[in-house]
């Protein structure tokens, strides 16, 4: 039965009793609102211990001051029923105060360096710091042994890595497949803000990943690639913050063919008031 914990003393406590036990922990940090591709995790992560905690954290720090905290969905009962049958132990549900004691303003931040700088770090300033401060502070609350993050936000996971690998963290970092609706569209709990009109445009994301990979592999320049995703995605009715090849470690490609190697095509683009983000992994030999 899945155990919901409140108080940081409580989490470590029955986090403590179970590595007496010789217990392995996994772990993934949510901001709740969960859905299928959530559950997946929990299930991946549970493939790798003996018992999983889940994070429900909705964290201000990674939100600028005109994005969408205040309306970020929160479905704490629906949530702890979804962990309960996914199979997960624990869910760890902190305050603000006790995530930020001395306020978010006022918080030690960490910063990983030249990742968080491009794509989404670029459009969205100071973002990736505050994912890496609060992945830094639940995985020291936590414990893990194990942790999973999904590939469908493919530039947090570099940076997630890069903290852990940096700082020295022992733990184990799985990435889980990003889940999608039966259109393509991949899940997310953002996807709840879309109109009708909107969300029956909104698969047209995966497509524009797969035209990319598609026209790269057959031999179209980089950024002739790029630049017909982009104006696929405006034709569509999307606002276009980039649509991006890169190498697998998201380093640059360049301006011409791409040679072999494993790449991933990266889109971020609004549809109204809602912005998505989708990727797509993929070898050329």
């Known amino acids: 039965m899945l155990e919901i914990i409140e ?18 922990v996994g772990f993934v940090p949510t ?13 991946l992560a549970r493939r790798h ?14 939100f600028g001051p005109n994005e969408d905290y205040a309306r970020y969905p929160r479905t704490p009962v629906e949530d702890a029923a979804g962990l309960d049958g996914a199979g997960c132990d ?34 969205r300033p100071g973002h990736f710091d505050g994912v890496a401060t609060v992945v830094a502070r639940l995985f020291n609350q936590v414990q893990p042994d194990v942790a999973a993050f999904g590939r469908k936000d493919y530039q947090q996971l570099a940076v997630i890595r890069f903290l ?23 899940m997310s709990s953002r996807n709840q803000y879309l109109d009708a ?19 790269v592999d057959a031999g179209t320049g980089v950024q002739r ?28 490609v360049g301006d011409e063919r791409a040679t072999p190697g494993a790449y991933v095509a990266l889109v971020a683009a609004r549809l109204g008031r809602t912005r ?3 990727n797509l992994a993929f070898d050329i030999d």
Do not use: C
């Not at 603000?96 to 030690?108: R, S, W």
């Not at 497949?177 to 393509?184: A, H, I, K, L, V």
């Open 164 to 186: 852990v690998r940096d700082l020295a963290m022992p733990i184990e970092l799985l990435a889980g497949e990003t889940m999608r609706e039966p259109d393509g569209l991949a």
């Open 197 to 215: 009109g909107e969300r029956a445009i909104a698969p047209e994301l995966h497509r524009t990943l797969q035209a990319m990979r598609d026209a």
């Open 7 to 24: 108080e940081l003393a409580a989490l470590r406590a029955r986090v403590a009793e179970w590595k007496r036990l010789g217990l392995r």
């Open 49 to 62: 211990a003996d018992r999983v905690v889940v994070s429900v954290f909705v964290n201000p720090t990674q």
């Open 90 to 123: 624990a869910l760890w549900m902190p305050s603000v105060e006790t995530m930020y004691p001395f306020g978010a303003e006022q918080a030690v931040r960490i910063r990983v360096p030249g990742i968080t700088d491009v794509l989404d770090g670029a459009h």
């Open 31 to 43: 901001m709740g609102n969960l859905h299928a591709g959530h559950f997946s995790l929990v299930r």
């Open 225 to 252: 690639a790029e630049a017909d995703a982009a104006a696929r995605l405006r034709s569509a009715g999307f606002d276009v913050d980039y649509a991006a090849l890169r190498r697998a470690d998201l380093s640059g």
């Open 276 to 278: 998505l983000i989708d």
